[in-house]
């Protein structure tokens, strides 16, 4: 029997920003750029037609906080059609994820890299940008609707274009994932970590 195969599953959400708040998160954080808003939504029908519920959507944001403790929730510019960040293509990283009520709410800091300046000349010039998240994992129908499964696994937070046409990404989604692609970005500590966690939760149930 093969090793089982995840596909990869993108979101987007807009971020709000104008010329007025970069100018004033720049003044208040040594010329950074910090971004606030929401990263992603629970138990709401997205533009790809999937709903995340959200334990599932909890339980991998609770799974994130180790990469943003180790400084490694990066994102790219763009979206690749791979589960694995690569470093030459960051354009920012997160500082904070959480829950509140059906939203993840997040702060994201546009870094200096390449790829990061350019995010940084494109919400400086006003033009409309978005957050979209990068993970992989399965799907089930169920009353008409896609629903992302208890397999689904969080990659990062990527920064792209918001589609002229929901779902209209210019990238393989769907592509199958192993297992082993997934060892290339989570290392044993990060599994290790997403095992307490799930103790952690049965034991609270």
Not at 7 to 35: A, H, Q, V
Not at 122 to 143: D, H, M, N, Q, Y
Request: aromatic share 6%; glycine share 8%; proline share 3%.
């Amino acid at each position: 029997m093969g090793e089982k195969k995840l596909s990869l599953l993108t979101e987007w959400m807009p971020l709000s920003y104008t010329k007025e708040t970069i100018s004033e998160s720049k003044s208040r954080n040594g010329g950074k750029i910090m971004l606030n808003g929401i990263l992603q939504r629970a138990n709401t029908l997205n533009q790809n037609g999937r709903v995340y519920p959200r334990e599932v959507l909890e339980r991998e944001v609770e799974n994130y906080q180790k990469l943003i403790r180790e400084n490694r929730a990066l994102g790219e510019c763009d979206h690749p059609d791979t589960s694995v960040v690569e470093l030459k293509n960051c354009s920012h990283i997160v500082r904070k994820a959480y829950m509140d009520g059906d939203d993840v709410y997040g702060t994201i800091e546009l870094l200096e890299t390449p790829s990061g300046k350019i995010m940084q000349a494109l919400v400086e010039a006003g033009v409309t940008a978005g957050i979209s998240s990068r993970g992989v994992g399965s799907v089930k129908e169920e009353k008409g609707q896609q629903i992302v499964q208890e397999d689904f696994q969080l990659i990062c937070f990527d920064m792209v274009s918001e589609p002229s046409t929901p779902g209209a990404f210019m990238m393989a989604e769907g592509k199958k994932i192993t297992q082993r692609d997934l060892r290339k970005f989570f290392n044993n500590s990060d599994r290790v970590d997403r095992i307490f966690n799930d103790i952690l939760s049965w034991e609270s149930e």
